[in-house]
């Protein structure tokens, strides 16, 4: 079994590589915005922003749920989705920072 060793970078950098490997497809991206400007939503409103297979929408939704940037809450008998607020406010203020420091250094 592999062993991670996500902790020999330190957080901030894993932290980047998350949003990275998040931003690294449209259809999340969507979903993040659609819920950004929507506030939560059932799956088939989500589906209906993508136009994709609704497994493949609902992979892209596991993605963004098992790295912590949407949460689910359960309305019976439907899953309602949301942004994981906490989370991508920290990751709000860490790009920020990121972005300052690169540009004091590149210039």
């Known amino acids: 079994m592999a ?3 996500a902790d020999l970078f330190g957080q901030p950098i894993y932290d980047m590589s998350r ?5 690294s497809h ?6 993040l915005d659609y819920l950004l400007h929507h506030g939560p939503s ?6 209906q922003q993508i136009f994709l297979h609704p497994s493949t929408v609902s992979g892209h939704i596991a993605f ?7 949460g689910i809450r ?3 008998p439907k899953a309602i989705y949301e942004l ?4 991508c406010n920290g990751l709000a203020v860490m790009l920020h920072e990121y972005e300052l420091d690169f540009h004091k250094k590149v210039g």
Do not use: C, Q
């Open 64 to 70: 963004l749920i098992l790295h912590g940037f949407i």
């Open 3 to 5: 062993h991670s060793k």
């Open 42 to 47: 059932p799956f088939w409103k989500l589906n």
């Open 19 to 23: 949003w990275n490997k998040v931003r």
């Open 84 to 87: 994981n607020y906490p989370a």
């Open 26 to 31: 449209p259809a999340r991206m969507i979903i």
């Open 74 to 76: 359960t309305k019976y």
